[in-house]
């Protein structure tokens, strides 16, 4: 008997890893899948210290960006279709990389081909640089031949996601500024230029207008009471972190997102964006369609994909058409089913699926742009609302006492 760690996905979506003895690696498979898990890693136990070893490379050297990680892609697809052996692919790009991390790692995985594993196999050793999704199609490219092809369509999938973050990053900058400013400028007025003008205002009582009794109050709230606000805030993070904290919440936090005003529209395209992407990646790569629907959906990044995916994938197997199910799932837009029902017809389903994930990436350009532009506008007038209604609340009760006086 021999004893095999494993990665495995529960029904509820959540990870779990542990150990189980069997005496092939086919047969602790099977005794995990019996549980209803969907096994997603799994390897003998002797190779668990050598990933222990092996994830420590990052925490040694440093942590690898998105962007040195596309490019270790892109130079193996680059290098292995300019004819080159594997094991020479790799150890040009640990002669190249950067990174030091990313050299280590790819010199590691150079002494493991070279000792008769695949490419996919030494890699998958590192599974927070390179998570399964990225494995798989690996191991499906050197399966059918296609290295180059999918290692090019990996890498293209990588740059597309650091581009993506990239704008998203950078049509944010401004945004947050201007948010930061205003929340500046209301902390400022509130514990220390109000609380000087606050003594003015003492003997007038009942007398003070309706806005200047809530600026005071809001004043000795924020200078005298602050605990209550940290203690607020600290309630509402333990709350929110209990409320995700269960496969429930993580459902229902994510549904939301999907359902807010303006945003949620925006990062529903996104979503089924970066799942079409996937898809058509494995696919192209030789996944296996279950498989692929199953990593896609966990790639998406949101529970209610995830478990729809978990859906089309049920029907799939009981015989379904892919785009019937996505339709009878219900979170897959009508974009998205009815290419892939073209693609089903013309046996081009990783085409199709690329030319949705392009038309949803232009619209989501459009779509952050379009938040981008609502939002700077909406800070500027509530800052300079705020500051009308502190100069209101102070010149009010001055002009009521100066038209007493007279």
């Known amino acids: 008997m021999t004893t095999f760690s494993y990665v495995a996905l529960e029904p509820s979506g959540q990870r779990k890893s542990g150990f189980v003895d069997a005496a092939t690696k086919e047969a602790a498979i099977a005794a995990v899948s ?52 594997l094991d020479r692919v790799l150890q040009v790009v640990a002669e190249q990389s950067e990174s030091q991390t990313l050299t280590e790692i790819a010199a590691n995985a150079l002494k493991e081909v070279r000792g008769g594993k695949p490419v996919s196999d ?15 199609t690996l191991r499906a490219g050197e399966t059918s031949g296609q290295f180059p092809e999918v290692t090019g369509r990996l890498a293209e999938f990588q740059e597309n996601e650091v581009a993506r973050r990239s704008q998203v990053v950078s049509a944010l900058i401004y ?9 500046f400028v209301v902390i400022f007025l509130l514990t220390f230029v109000v609380p000087r003008l606050s003594g003015v205002f003492e003997g007038m009582g009942d007398q003070l207008p309706a806005s200047t009794k809530l600026l005071l109050a ?40 999907l359902k807010a005003p303006v945003l949620g ?22 996944v296996p369609i279950l498989n692929a629907l199953e990593l896609s959906g966990l790639a998406a990044g949101n529970r209610v994909f995830l478990i729809s995916a978990k859906q089309v994938e049920t029907e799939v197997r009981e015989g379904v058409a892919i785009a019937q199910a996505m339709r009878d ?27 949705v994930a392009d038309s949803l990436d232009f619209e989501v350009d459009n779509g952050m742009r379009r938040l981008t532009a609502m939002v700077e506008p909406i800070i500027v007038l509530f800052m300079g609302s705020f500051v009308g209604f502190v100069v209101l609340s102070v010149l009010l009760p001055i002009y009521a006492a100066q038209n007493q006086i007279k």
């Open 34 to 85: 019996t549980a209803g898990r969907f096994v997603l890693e799994i390897k003998e136990e002797s190779g668990r210290k050598t990933k222990g070893m092996t994830s420590d490379v990052s925490k040694r050297k440093g942590k690898v960006s998105r962007g040195e990680l596309a490019l270790f892609s892109r130079r193996m697809a680059d290098l292995s279709e300019a004819g080159l052996p």
């Open 122 to 136: 030494a890699l998958a050793a590192y599974p927070k640089l390179f998570p399964t999704v990225y494995t798989q």
């Open 175 to 183: 945004p947050t500024i201007l948010g930061l400013t205003a929340i």
């Open 218 to 257: 809001s004043t000795d709230l924020l200078t005298k009471q602050w605990y209550v606000i940290v203690g607020v805030l600290v309630a509402a993070i333990i709350g929110y972190r209990m409320w995700v904290s269960t496969p429930a919440g993580l459902v229902q936090r994510d549904a939301l997102i």
């Open 265 to 286: 529209s925006v990062i529903r395209k996104a979503t089924v964006s970066r799942f079409a992407r996937v898809l058509s990646t494995l696919l192209f790569g030789g």
């Open 329 to 355: 799932a219900g979170a897959f837009p009508p974009v998205l089913t009815h290419m892939v029902a073209i693609g089903e017809e013309t046996g081009d389903l990783p085409k199709m699926l690329g030319r």
